[in-house]
């Protein structure tokens, strides 16, 4: 009998397939969609070879008898598509069905079930049970022949993957669980095959992924068993053991902290329940201070997962703060101060996610003064000067680590200025061109500034003197800054105004979030931060209040237009809110300067 190999050379086609070149690590690792036994279209098996024919021939069939059958000429026969040499590819029909026998020797065993339910889940939980089994028992059994227990591990594999058709279906989620297979699942994270453990990595990856339809019910169920089967504990193993020098464990720490960013993206408390683990935050903080060149993915997803886990909660920001995120974070940043990153690159992605968990945890109260202490303000002011890419990026984290509610932020503030960072702050201020991110924090550092420096204070009465200094400059552009946005802000009132005389009250009352949203993007929060610095203005200096009142009349305004702003303000705050009764009062009295 004529062998497969033959018939491949006979056709021209080469008698092994090559692996196609590497491409984008997303695309590599991503879990293959495989039918519920787990088994690939284009893998082959081996079985029993049917009853040998010695009389079968291969190669193309002989020329025909009749001599004008064979007399093609310029025409050819019209049927010579259908059944000839060339069929299909360049084949004989003999040679097709060889090959398709090489890609499914067995057509009906990868039939999808007609649908995807209770029944068939309890199915494939069994059969995946069973495959844990059978591959821990072999395992045990020839623990030093892993001849003998290497086709129950691909067994397993076949059928980790194949669970990846559950994302599609999130109705199951509850009941997989309530079956046990998503504690099993976890359990294959400590399995002695670290390929075995990725494979798992990955499926829970998807599982748990943001672009699953799951409702809270169905997600809850799913996360509350992973969290219990402790699927922290055992990604930080995960993260111990493999060595991202391999690229296939490169890829598995990659899916891993997607799993973690995809449990913060849900609850709040789950987020929390993440970041109790200090090994997984220890972890995430070693990961970003490994030094490579260029930043790998892995480092900028672990500064990306420490930003998302410090947004979620102030309980979060405070257990890393516990652990000198603050201090670690800065020595990072530190590099930027003269240095631009790659545009583009992951490296600009890591520094953007590092100053982004700095100024949520500067945000904090009780962080402020971790911050001072560990000289943030200090290196916030020599990017002021000397950043280029960063400038705006330490700008922002010096706005929020000024502010705060109460007198949180005044450590902040008085160091600010007995750093010599006035004159940082104020000549960035006097730029001809700055883009409205710098407008608006600088607005509501000097915002701080006015509000929290202690009166008579030394640094209050320098910082009062840079708006006097050069006949008031700096206050004028507070002035034409206030034109700016009060004509965006005015514009946006004007369309609001016309479209609600065509509205009912029930129906203002339902787009009244979307015009609010509108005013904001025009920017109401900086024109209103201008009006309570140029109402601290106003009320400390005689000569700032006649500059300003000066200024206002060139548009035939006056006073009250600030005063106005205040006024709304005030209005839109709690009045039962005990953490805003400073400002409240604060506004409330500034109001009176205004009449």
Known sequence: MTSIDELFKASGVGSKRKLEPLKDPNEIYKSARRSSNGLNSRHARVEDEAAEEDDVEAGPAPPPDDENEGDYGPDLPPDDDEEGRFFGGGITAQEK????????PDPTANTQPDKFDSAWLRRTALNFEKRISKNAELRAKFEDQPQKFISSEADLDADIKALSILSEHPELYPEFAKLGCVSSLVGLLAHENTDIAIDAIEIINE??????????????????????????????????????????D????????????????????????????????????????????????NKQYAAEVLAILVQTSSKNRTRL???????????????????????????????????????????????????????????????????????????????????????????????????????????????????????????????????????????RIRTLAKFVERDYEKTEKLVRLRRDYAARVG????????????????EREEVADEWLSR?????????????????????EDGGARRTVQKLLADRDETLG???????????????????????????????????
């Not at 972890?283 to 970003?288: F, M």
């Not at 996610?353 to 962080?367: H, Q, S």
């Not at 005013?519 to 009320?539: E, K, M, P, S």
Request: one cysteine or more; a negative charge.
């Open 321 to 459: 703060a516990s652990l000198d995120a603050v201090d670690i974070m800065l020595q990072l940043v530190a590099a930027y101060r003269k240095r631009d990153p790659e545009k583009g690159g992951e490296e600009e992605e890591y520094m953007e996610n590092l100053f982004e968990a700095l100024t949520c945890l500067a945000d904090e109260p009780e962080i402020k003064t971790k911050f001072v202490a560990a000289e943030g303000v200090e290196l916030c002011l020599i990017m002021l000067k000397e950043g280029k890419l960063s400038k705006v990026a330490a700008l922002r984290l010096l706005d929020h680590a000024a502010g705060g509610p109460g007198q949180s932020g005044a450590e902040v503030c008085q160091r600010l200025v007995s750093a010599g960072g006035l004159k940082n702050v104020f000549t960035l201020f006097m730029k001809k061109q700055l883009d409205g991110q710098a407008v608006e924090h600088l607005i509501g550092t000097f915002a701080s500034l006015l509000r929290l420096l202690p009166a008579d204070s030394a640094e």
């Open 519 to 539: 005013r904001l993007d025009a920017g109401l929060f900086c024109l209103q931060t201008l009006d309570v610095v140029l109402a601290w203005l106003v009320a």
């Open 97 to 104: 069905d060889a090959l398709d026998y090489v890609d499914d």
């Open 207 to 248: 599982l748990t992924d943001e672009d699953v339809s799951a409702d809270d019910y169905q997600w809850n169920s799913l996360v509350d068993a992973l969290l219990e089967a402790d699927l922290l504990g055992l990604l930080v193993s995960n993260f111990e053991r493999l060595d991202e020098e391999q690229e296939v």
């Open 250 to 297: 490169r890829s598995g720490i990659y899916y891993a902290l997607s799993i973690v960013e995809n449990l913060c993206g849900g609850r709040t408390t789950t987020a929390e329940q993440v970041a109790e683990n200090d090994n997984l935050l220890k972890w995430l903080l070693r990961r970003i201070q490994i030094k490579e060149n260029p930043v790998g993915q």
């Open 561 to 595: 237009v600030v005063g106005d702003s205040i006024r709304e303000q005030l209005e839109g705050m709690d009045a039962d809110d005990a953490e805003g009764k400073d400002t409240r009062d604060m506004l409330s009295t500034l109001a009176e300067f205004l009449r």
């Open 491 to 506: 514009a946006v009132d004007d369309a609001i105004r016309a479209e609600r005389r065509g509205l009912a009250a029930d």
